[in-house]
Nanobody, 124 residues
Framework: QVQLVESGGGLVQAGGSLRLSCVAS????????MGWFRRAPGKEREFVAT????????NYADSVKGRFTISRDNAKNTVYLQMNSLKPEDTAVYYC?????????????????WGQGTQVTVSS
């Protein structure tokens, strides 16, 4: 089992920044690709960003490219999501997830473990 705990959410004005963190425990962190997903009010959960096991490869949803950056520190068992130039439409609960699959994965069914989520609210 892998336990994932997100933090760093909050209320921010449009144009502002937040950095989300997700700490993993239970298994060897570097054996898992990591992803961030989000669920906006009234919408389905969607892919945001992903990074491979060694952090060498990343992929982003078109809606966040150029604004969000995913990174990981395997020594700290932590994955981050730096979010800049936030927009009201970024308001959502953000989830981190871990996948035992190789490479970069953007589909929810490819992920094995999920955190509880952290709320991000962007005011206009």
């Amino acid at each position: 089992q892998v336990q994932l705990v997100e933090s760093g959410g909050g209320l921010v004005q449009a144009g502002g920044s937040l950095r989300l963190s997700c700490v993993a425990s239970g298994r060897t962190f570097s054996n898992y690709g990591m992803g961030w997903f989000r669920r906006a009010p009234g919408k389905e959960r969607e892919f945001v960003a992903t990074t491979a096991r060694n952090g060498g490869s990343t992929n982003y949803a078109d809606s966040v490219k150029g604004r969000f950056t995913i990174s990981r520190d395997n020594a700290k068992n932590t994955v981050y999501l730096q979010m800049n130039s936030l927009k009201p439409e970024d308001t959502a609960v953000y989830y981190c997830a871990a996948t035992a699959s190789f490479g970069i994965r953007s589909r929810q069914y490819e992920y094995d473990y999920w955190g509880q989520g952290t709320q991000v609210t962007v005011s206009s």
